[in-house]
């Protein structure tokens, strides 16, 4: 299930994002890359210790503690702390590659099962050429290029690269989840009720059969959920 998600970040935070970021090193984005995607992965990203890091870790992670249509989405139960990367000049693509299924915290206290990937855009797309994220899934090949503060959450399992930067920079947030429910058509199924149910409490209100429906809802995330 791929679902984007526009206006993740307010623009007073995407200026802050953007002001912490042009203040910060940069380092190979292969120090996070696993055998297989480091022999396709050219970029940069943030390192662990640089001083920004925190911060711009809690701007994010804020900003997703507010978006339902994310918790839906994604179910999570752990979040990584998202990482930030920059593509352009010589460090300018990712080629093909699936993300590896466990990830070693940053302080590495333990893991995190990688069932969720997500972008979060931070340059605006006018200000470079290239850098689509393109993602191969049941339904086909999609590319992805989102405006500035807007998300794109996916299958962790899919197979996906980001074009190559052919002018200006790619600036973006990307992170992983271990998701409440671990199988993605598990998920699907609640998160197109849920946008069902939704859709019915707008037109019908709290209805007997809409009460009825919130209770499967949540009897089958009972039953499929882990915690």
């Known amino acids: 299930m ?16 953007r002001r912490l970021l042009a203040d910060s090193p940069w380092i ?15 970029n ?9 890091l925190p911060v711009l870790r809690r701007l994010v992670l804020g900003a997703l503690q507010r978006n339902a249509l994310f918790f839906t989405a994604a179910l999570p139960l752990k979040i990584l702390p998202p990482f930030f990367n920059r593509y352009g ?10 993300d590896n299924a466990m990830r070693l ?3 590495g206290s333990g893991y995190v099962r990688a069932d969720v990937s997500a972008t979060l855009f931070l340059s605006d797309p006018q200000t470079y050429d290239g850098g689509e994220l393109v993602i191969d899934d049941t339904f ?9 503060g807007s998300m794109v959450v996916y299958p962790s399992s899919s197979v996906h690269q980001v074009m190559p930067v052919t002018r200006g920079e790619r600036v973006a947030c990307f992170m992983f989840m271990q998701s409440m429910v671990r199988d ?5 199924l609640l998160y197109e009720m849920d946008m069902a149910l939704l859709q019915l ?11 009825s429906l919130t209770g499967t809802y949540h009897n089958l995330l009972r039953q499929w959920a882990e915690s």
């Open 89 to 98: 000049g010589d460090a300018n693509h990712y080629g093909f590659h699936v």
């Open 28 to 42: 190979s984005g292969r120090v996070t890359a696993g055998t297989q995607a480091a022999q396709v992965k050219n």
């Open 105 to 107: 915290l940053p302080d």
């Open 2 to 17: 791929l679902i984007t998600i526009d206006d993740v970040l307010t623009p007073n935070e995407l200026a802050e994002a």
């Open 201 to 211: 409490r707008q037109t019908l209100g709290e209805t007997d059969a809409v009460v």
């Open 184 to 188: 993605p058509g598990r998920r699907r």
């Open 44 to 52: 940069q990203q943030l390192p662990e210790d640089a001083p920004h």
């Open 140 to 148: 086909g090949r999609h590319s992805i290029k989102l405006k500035a």
